[in-house]
């Protein structure tokens, strides 16, 4: 089973410069849970944006290039990629979740209740009516006064 998983803001906001626009320590966390021993799948500057080969996870890039480490498996083509890979977690970005979201069957989206005025990168649209919604757990980063929720769309 193909899921996604994603961190928005109100208004689908992703990232910007190749970066998140902010610093979530428990979603981090949910992100490591989910993902642990799974195979993440990602477009080539969501790759680029990892500090490092996640553990424990395989990585499969979509990419028009070659150069990337020998434990990364790359697919030039999407049809090539939704051949082979018949489970995993889409990580990002923008352009490989417009890609894939008809595909996925569950989206676990971390939603965060502010906007992001600077971003660049976003989330598509979708129709939500035909995911059955579950907020799964809300919570609060002090640090950086942010209220979230981790909320489970499942194609229904
Ligand atoms: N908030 C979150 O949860 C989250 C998660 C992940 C990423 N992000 C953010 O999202 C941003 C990156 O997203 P992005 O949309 O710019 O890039 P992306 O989706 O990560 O990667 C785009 C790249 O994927 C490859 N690609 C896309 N479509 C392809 C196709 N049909 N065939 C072959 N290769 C294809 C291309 O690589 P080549 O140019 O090498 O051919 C393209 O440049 C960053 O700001 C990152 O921090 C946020």
Not at 77 to 82: A, F, H, P, R, S
Not at 97 to 123: H, Q, R, V
Not at 125 to 142: A, G
Request: with cysteine; net charge positive; charged share 30%.
């Amino acid at each position: 089973m193909i899921n996604i998983i994603a961190a928005v803001g109100k208004n689908n906001e992703l990232g910007k410069d190749n970066k998140l626009l902010w610093h979530l320590k428990g979603d981090l966390k949910f992100f490591k849970e989910k993902t642990n021993f799974q195979t993440i799948i990602m477009g080539r500057k969501t790759f680029e944006s990892l500090p490092k080969l996640l553990p424990n996870r395989r990585h499969v890039v979509l990419s028009q290039s070659d150069n990337f480490p020998s434990e990364v498996i790359v697919y030039h083509q999407i049809q090539d990629l939704l051949e082979n890979e018949q489970d995993g977690f889409i990580i990002g970005g923008g352009k490989i979740y417009t890609l894939l979201l008809n595909y996925a069957n569950k989206l676990y989206l971390t939603e965060i209740d502010k906007t992001y005025k600077d971003a660049d990168t976003y989330f598509p649209n979708f129709d939500k009516n035909v995911f059955e919604k579950e907020i799964l757990k809300t919570c609060y980063d002090e640090k950086e006064d942010i209220h979230y929720k981790h909320v489970l769309y499942k194609r229904r």
